[in-house]
T-cell receptor, first 113, second 114 residues
Framework: QKEVEQNSGPLSVPEGAIASLNCTYS??????FFWYRQYSGKSPELIMF????GDKEDGRFTAQLNKASQYVSLLIRDSQPSDSATYLCAVKRRGSTLGRLYFGRGTQLTVWP | GAGVSQSPSNKVTEKGKDVELRCDPI?????LYWYRQRLGQGLEFLIYFQGNSAPDKSGLPSDRFSAERTGESVSTLTIQRTQQEDSAVYLC????????????FGSGTQLSVL
């Protein structure tokens, strides 16, 4: 079982819809959870991080964490074509140094006008 | 600089040759990381530098891989006797310091081993 699993997609949603991206992780003691956005040919860019169970909202983005289910998700409301990118889920495991993250393969999102 | 700078952006080499990749972190960032992104795979941690402490090399896949960093400045990742499976995008990231978990990534070096 991989450390971090994501549905590779592609996920395709119409403009204005809610895009839901999901991620599961294997280490129950994982502490920090990150969502990075990566446009084609570009570097990953951090868009959200979450540490505690529940929801965390930032603009059109909401991260949701359920540690009991070892599940983290990212919701993008009012999706825009500019949101089309690959979204990477990353996890910091218990005991690992800051910045040493375990990444999923990414979910490719396409928002069509 | 304004962001993490990596060079070259693309490198094509022949199997068996050595390559050197360079990373210039954001000024003032004490922590520096190298990650590898193979096609269709997640990012894999390679090595981590924090100030003048001994680096965490636990992610290096073989002894053909090595990296150096002098103080809090430029880092180089060297791959000796390259193999085709080394083909990947090599990403460098830096982080400000203690307690701040945000990584800033460079645009990467696309390495192709023929």
């Amino acid at each position: 079982q991989k450390e971090v699993e994501q549905n590779s997609g592609p996920l395709s949603v119409p403009e204005g819809a809610i895009a839901s991206l999901n991620c599961t992780y294997s280490d129950r003691g994982s502490q920090s959870f990150f969502w990075y956005r990566q446009y084609s040919g570009k570097s990953p860019e951090l868009i959200m991080f979450i540490y505690s169970n529940g929801d965390k909202e930032d603009g059109r983005f909401t991260a949701q964490l359920n540690k009991a289910s070892q599940y983290v998700s990212l919701l993008i409301r009012d999706s825009q074509p500019s949101d089309s990118a690959t979204y990477l889920c990353a996890v910091k495991r218990r005991g690992s140094t800051l910045g040493r993250l375990y990444f999923g393969r990414g979910t490719q999102l396409t928002v069509w006008p | 600089g304004a962001g993490v700078s990596q060079s070259p952006s693309n490198k094509v080499t022949e199997k068996g040759k050595d390559v050197e990749l360079r990373c210039d972190p954001i000024s003032g960032h004490t922590a520096l990381y190298w990650y590898r992104q193979r096609l269709g795979q997640g990012l894999e941690f390679l090595i981590y530098f924090q100030g003048n402490s001994a680096p965490d090399k636990s992610g290096l896949p073989s002894d053909r891989f090595s990296a150096e960093r002098t103080g809090e400045s430029v880092s180089t990742l060297t791959i000796q006797r390259t193999q085709q499976e080394d083909s990947a995008v090599y990403l460098c990231a830096s982080r400000r310091g203690t307690g701040d978990e945000k990584l800033f990534f460079g645009s990467g070096t696309q390495l192709s081993v023929l």
